[in-house]
């Protein structure tokens, strides 16, 4: 069973910074490619931010410049560091282990970000 635990969402004023973290269990973390997903209210949840097992990064358009990805492999977590934050970064945001292609979905954590 794929467990993944998110922390760090909140709320915060527009140019703000937030940082999303999760964590994995080692042997999923370290075969597999780790994302972060959003989804706001009435849209498709959207790919983020993603990162393979070897460290290769690929970020929406909507992020790029202002959102990182991280591996921490010491602690088998996977970060989000979410800077310049804009009223419509707000979502709920979910960690993914994709797994042969398919993401298996953390709880997510809503982060809110005001005008």
């Known amino acids: 069973q794929v467990q993944l635990v998110e922390s760090g969402g909140g709320l915060v004023q527009a140019g703000g910074s937030l940082r999303l973290s999760c964590a994995a269990s080692?042997?999923?973390?370290?075969?597999?490619?780790m994302g972060w997903y959003r989804q706001a209210p009435g849209k498709q949840r959207e790919l983020v931010a993603a990162?393979?097992?070897?460290?290769?990064?690929t970020y929406a358009n909507s992020v790029k410049g202002r959102f990182t990805i991280s591996r921490d492999n010491a602690k088998n977590t996977v970060s989000l560091q979410m800077n310049s934050l804009k009223p419509e970064d707000t979502a709920v945001y979910y960690c993914?282990?994709?797994?042969?292609?398919?993401?298996?979905w953390g709880q997510g954590t809503q982060v809110t970000v005001s005008s």
């Open positions: 990162i393979t097992s070897g460290g290769s990064t």
């Open positions: 080692k042997s999923i973390f370290s075969r597999n490619a």
């Open positions: 993914a282990a994709l797994i042969g292609g398919t993401p298996y």
